[in-house]
């Protein structure tokens, strides 16, 4: 029994040891990449993943458009994002949402999309809009539950292949 306890605690130690050692490795990555990002680009924050990873999100934005991009610290900066959501400014009260592309399954385009709902509200944009179009449908049902997730009015024409989704920040 008291082995045991032993055996659990070293097993601890261990494991803090391994976490400790991951987050300063990912922070020294972040120190970093921010420095890299910063010479092209805008970082808009840092954030953590669902797994605690930490991420960088920055943006390349002009009147017209914006494309926010996200990095992860898990690896060395070298030019390429992980993950990003590419808008227009459709006008005023609207930004469109024209793709998301990136790394699926790792809570990147909720930090994203968390994001862009931030810099809609810093800019009094009352809307984010899109499209679901044809090329979506082979994953509409994961689409539609982000959207719908994310408070979006997600609406599907399963004969069509075609819908719209709409943020509305009243």
């Not at 097993?11 to 991951?22: A, G, R, W, Y």
């Not at 949402?97 to 399954?105: C, Q, S, V």
């Not at 899109?130 to 599907?156: A, N, P, Q, S």
Request: hydrophobic share 30%.
């Amino acid at each position: 029994m008291i082995g045991s306890a032993f055996l659990e605690n070293d097993k601890n130690k261990e494991q803090l040891k391994e976490e400790l050692d991951s987050l300063e490795i990912q922070l020294f990555r972040m120190q970093n990449n921010i420095k890299e990002i910063a010479k092209n680009a805008e970082v808009i924050s840092i954030d953590q993943t669902k797994e605690d990873n930490w991420v960088v999100i920055y943006a390349d934005r002009d009147e017209e458009n914006c494309q926010l991009m996200l990095h992860s610290c898990d690896s060395p900066y070298r030019g390429k994002w992980h993950s990003a959501i590419q808008t227009e400014y459709k006008d005023d009260n609207t930004i469109h949402i024209a793709d998301i592309k990136g790394e699926e399954n790792k809570g990147y385009g909720s930090i994203l999309m968390k994001h862009l709902k931030d810099l809609a509200r810093d800019e009094n944009v009352q809307y984010i809009t899109g499209d679901i179009v044809e090329r979506d449908f082979d994953h509409v049902d994961r689409l539609t539950y982000f959207y719908e997730k994310h408070y979006f009015d997600v609406k599907i024409d399963h004969e069509e292949q075609c819908g719209e989704i709409v943020w509305n920040d009243a």
